[in-house]
């Protein structure tokens, strides 16, 4: 019997162990909202940004030297498999249908007249791989592992011990 409860506790024990190097300080704040994919171009006179937002391609338009938004201009972005004009929305904001692009670079030329001036900008699209949202694991991960473990050395240990007992029945009914 004796020999029994030290098994148990002997695999009680396996299932015990410290996790990783985690840092019980204080939280870090969690981005709660999402970061839109942006790129910027700068020319003597005019200055752009392009934020794409799902499907659609928000470009903000100013000059250059004095950041006054640029009204009724004709802007022509040519890439991504898109070539086709932008529309304005608002004062300096022009938006274009894009398609659900994947995660890569993708070079994009805005043709833009603007008035009695004309300009080519170019920029380049980056939409970065989704991050991984793995969060830390609460423990149960451990505990699972740990008791498959356990499990399969409790039991290997008690059919060992099952198998001495019953030698040593053996051995006693038979009289060796």
């Known amino acids: 019997m004796k020999q029994m409860f030290a098994i148990c506790l002997l695999c009680l024990s396996l299932t015990v162990y410290a996790h990783g190097d985690e840092d019980h300080a204080a939280k870090v704040p969690v981005l709660t909202q999402s970061v839109a994919t942006r790129t910027f171009a700068v020319t003597e006179e005019f200055e752009v940004v392009a934020v794409l937002e799902e499907k659609k391609l928000m470009i903000y338009l100013d000059r250059y ?3 006054e938004p ?3 201009a004709k802007l022509e972005v040519e890439g991504a498999g898109v070539k086709a004009y932008a529309s304005e929305t608002s004062p300096g904001t022009y938006v274009l249908d894009m398609p659900l692009l994947a995660a890569g670079k993708y070079p994009l030329t805005i043709t833009l007249e603007a008035g009695d001036i004309s300009d080519l900008l170019s920029l ?8 991984n949202s793995a969060s830390h694991d609460s423990g149960w991960h451990y505990w699972r592992v740990g008791g498959v473990w356990a499990a399969w050395l409790s039991t290997v240990l008690l059919l060992a011990w099952i198998g001495v007992f019953v030698a040593r029945r053996r051995k006693k009914i038979l009289g060796r």
């Open 70 to 72: 640029v009204l009724k």
């Open 65 to 67: 030297a004095s950041n």
């Open 124 to 131: 380049n699209l980056e939409i970065a791989t989704p991050a």
